[in-house]
């Protein structure tokens, strides 16, 4: 069993910036890739950023060049640095561990831009 825990959502203002955190515990378990996803009200979860074991990322194009994450394998820590907010930006962003054919998700951290 794997434990996803988030840190670091919060409100700020159009243009400012939050960093994201998510460590991974548990026991015997190996990681693929782990990423970012989000929800708005009345929307699907969609992708903001994945990366993998082999440090390849792959972004939401409405998010590319604003949004960077980065992985510390030693602390089975993903983070997702994000600048110039927008609020559509807007949502519960989630973390995601993808261990073989098993997939864990973090309880969410709301993420709110607005002045």
């Known amino acids: 069993q794997v434990q996803l825990v988030e840190s670091g959502g919060g409100l700020v203002q159009p243009g400012g910036s939050l960093r994201l955190s998510c460590a991974a515990s548990g026991s015997r378990f190996s990681i693929n890739a782990m990423g970012w996803y989000r929800q708005a009200p009345g929307k699907q979860r969609e992708l903001v950023a994945r990366i993998t074991g082999g440090f390849s990322t792959n972004y939401a194009g409405s998010v590319e060049g604003r949004f960077t994450i980065s992985r510390d394998n030693a602390k089975n820590t993903v983070y997702l640095q994000m600048n110039s907010l927008k609020p559509e930006d807007t949502a519960v962003y989630y973390c995601?561990?993808?261990?073989?054919?098993?997939?864990?998700w973090g309880q969410g951290t709301q993420v709110t831009v607005s002045s």
């Open positions: 995601n561990l993808r261990s073989g054919l098993i997939e864990y």
